[in-house]
């Protein structure tokens, strides 16, 4: 998704909603034997600044489908995080993300919001007991 700062500033439009989707992005997923199942969905409000600065609050959504980290079971999650990047014409300071030429790119904003999003562990139950194994008690002699 891309933003023209020129375009806003012309329509004089310095606040607004933005709401698109993304190609999933499995190089965003963190998790061993897990995908993204689905589009990721973006809705947020913007705010254009006088230095030009633009300011995004807003949330990323999207299905994690893969294997439960103890048991091993497919399972899916609808996964939802915050997405709040900050876009500056000049240098960047910690956590903002720079651009050029009035051109905002917002694609590796939203693949950051994805990957700060994975959970440590993927579940297919908060109790979940792991793999059940079948107990022997003859020895082999």
Known sequence: MIIDIRKLKAERRYEGELHFTLPPDNDAVTLPLTEAASEIRVDGTYRLMEDDALEITGKVRYLLRGACSR?????????????????????????EYSYERDVISLDQSVKDAVMLSMPYVLLCDENCAGIEYAATNERTE
Do not use: A, I, S, Y
């Not at 995080?81 to 240098?91: A, I, L, R, T």
């Open 71 to 95: 048991c091993l079971k497919t399972v899916e999650k609808r996964m939802e995080g915050e997405w709040n990047p900050c876009f500056v014409k000049d240098e960047p300071q910690d956590e």
